[in-house]
């Protein structure tokens, strides 16, 4: 079935860093990926999304580029900030039937000022 | 827009007794999603309707799980008879069908249980 895979956390950098976080998916078709992000106390919501291949998303300084070549959605940022402080989830749904979504186990990211 | 209404948000219950989650999902939706979040287990899928009606409850851990959507404005979680091992963040989420790709949820804030 599908799945998603994310790096381990946690992640931790230094104010104005740069973030990736590796995502990679196994899927048939062409699903459609995402990124959501969780800050403490609250729940999830849509960081970027990307539907086809070669698509990147793009929010709030975060990229992601769709790569069906190597089944991956690296999540990025040149410069990370103490706010970007929260868990990103590596999501898919695909395109099989049905609304099913399969969340990433999430990594968690801390930023130091 | 409200977005996704939760309640409560914290449920504090003893062993043995029933618990009810509430979600209004956003209005105009069609897709309403219940999730399960745990440290151990993350993000949990536990069951998802369209249009009003259930169209994957495979996520529902046992029969004492149970979820119901009367209409297009609340659906519920109840859980009976509740177990320690219960206790996680329960996640209501909307979505509108908008094409082939358009598949962004909508979280609520989370109910926060924990069963003693």
């Known amino acids: 079935g599908d799945s998603v895979t994310q790096m381990e956390g946690p992640v931790t950098l230094s104010e104005e860093a740069f973030l990736t976080i590796n995502c990679t998916y196994t899927a048939t078709g062409y699903p459609s990926l995402f990124w959501y992000v969780q800050y403490p106390g609250e729940g999830l919501q849509l960081l970027l999304k990307?539907?086809?291949?070669?698509d990147k998303g793009s929010n709030k300084g975060f990229e992601a580029t769709y790569r069906k070549e190597t089944t991956s959605f690296h999540l990025e940022k040149g410069s990370v900030q103490v706010s970007d402080s929260a868990v990103y989830f590596c999501?898919?749904?695909?395109?099989?039937?049905?609304?099913?979504?399969?969340f990433g186990a999430g990594t968690r990211l801390f930023v130091k000022a | 827009d409200a977005g996704v209404i939760q309640s409560p948000r914290h449920e504090v219950t003893e062993m043995g007794q029933e618990v009810t989650l509430r979600c209004k999902p956003i209005?105009?939706?069609?897709?309403l999603f219940w999730y399960r979040q745990t440290m151990m287990r993350g993000l949990e899928l536990l069951i998802y309707?369209?249009?009003?009606?259930?169209?994957?409850d495979s996520g529902m851990p046992e029969d004492r799980f149970s979820a119901k959507m009367p209409n297009a404005s609340f659906s519920t979680l109840k859980i009976q008879p509740s177990e320690p091992r219960d206790s996680a963040v329960y996640f209501c989420?909307?979505?509108?069908?908008?094409?082939?790709?358009?598949?962004?949820?909508?979280f609520g804030p989370g109910t926060r249980l924990t069963v003693t």
């Open positions: 990307a539907t086809k291949a070669d």
């Open positions: 309707f369209n249009n009003n009606v259930p169209i994957d």
């Open positions: 999501a898919l749904t695909g395109n099989t039937g049905g609304f099913k979504t399969i």
């Open positions: 989420a909307s979505s509108l069908w908008a094409g082939t790709g358009n598949y962004e949820q909508y």
């Open positions: 209005s105009g939706h069609d897709y």
